[in-house]
């Protein structure tokens, strides 16, 4: 079993990922990391536990299929994620267009360009509890990553060098620097 960390100061929209032997600066929610007992959703927090990534999603018109262990499928036009949280499918994959407010997974930018889910708030999903927690591509300002709406981000390349190393096994653990 591998063990992804991310911690991350309170407040703060950047943490720090180790994974292995590569400790990286990582982007978190616009309201930084929060227990998951306060987790809401839209709150632009991160939510702190440990999370199984459950799959791997690429645009496959912008990369190779990627190199990992992970369960892996390509993004298409009409893939969706359900973030309404009075929908019966908050919370899980749904095919566009789709009558519910849903997240367009095929997106213009590149954050999506590799997509985990993380396996927060699915067993069995609980409404208003976050929706569409992944570890995906940041957007960068420069040097800068910028905040994310709740999830884990990292410059493409970095993160394709980690997904080498991930197996259904493999758990991101996110916490509050100092929190037990």
Known sequence: MMIITVCGKPGATMGRLTAGTITIP???GRSGIVSNAEKTEGDGATPAGRWRLRQLLYRPDRL????SDLPVAPITP???WCDDPEDPLYNQATSLPYPA????LWREDELYNLCVIL?????PPIPHKGSA????VA???GAMLRATEGCVALPQDTLLRILTTCSPDTFMEIHLEGAD
């Open 139 to 141: 957007k960068q300002e």
């Open 26 to 28: 990582c982007a978190v």
């Open 64 to 67: 190779s299929l990627p190199q």
């Open 78 to 80: 009409t893939d969706g």
């Open 101 to 104: 407010s849903t997240e367009t």
């Open 119 to 123: 396996g927060h708030n699915d067993d």
């Open 133 to 136: 927690i992944f570890f995906h």
